[in-house]
């Protein structure tokens, strides 16, 4: 059994910063990768960055420059730093965590970005 929980999440002004945290624990067995996706409102859940277990990050067009994905160095924890942040950037961010077994999620942290 593999838990995934995020934490962080809020309300904060445009511009503003958040960071999220995410702690993965259980039977996990060759972290391959975590991530960070986010779903709006009626829309599709989308990867907004992930980073693999040798450092390598990828991240959503319009967050790069604003946002960053970093990790602990047994990568069971990931962090997405989030400044500048727009009422764009208001969705429900979910955690990925990828063992050689498979893809495993949180529960979600809700994000609102608003004057």
């Known amino acids: 059994q593999v838990q995934v929980v995020e934490s962080g999440g809020g309300l904060m002004q445009p511009g503003g910063s958040l960071t999220l945290s995410c702690v993965a624990s259980?039977?996990?067995?060759?972290?391959?990768?975590m991530g960070w996706y986010r779903q709006a409102p009626g829309k599709e859940r989308e990867l907004v960055a992930a980073?693999?277990?040798?450092?390598?990050?990828d991240y959503k067009d319009s967050v790069k420059g604003r946002f960053t994905i970093s990790r602990d160095y047994d990568m069971h924890t990931v962090y997405l730093q989030m400044n500048s942040l727009k009422p764009e950037d208001t969705a429900v961010y979910y955690c990925?965590?990828?063992?050689?077994?498979?893809?495993?999620w949180g529960k979600g942290t809700l994000v609102t970005v608003s004057s």
């Open positions: 990925n965590a990828r063992d050689v077994r498979g893809d495993y």
């Open positions: 259980g039977n996990i067995f060759g972290m391959v990768a």
């Open positions: 980073i693999n277990r040798g450092g390598g990050t």
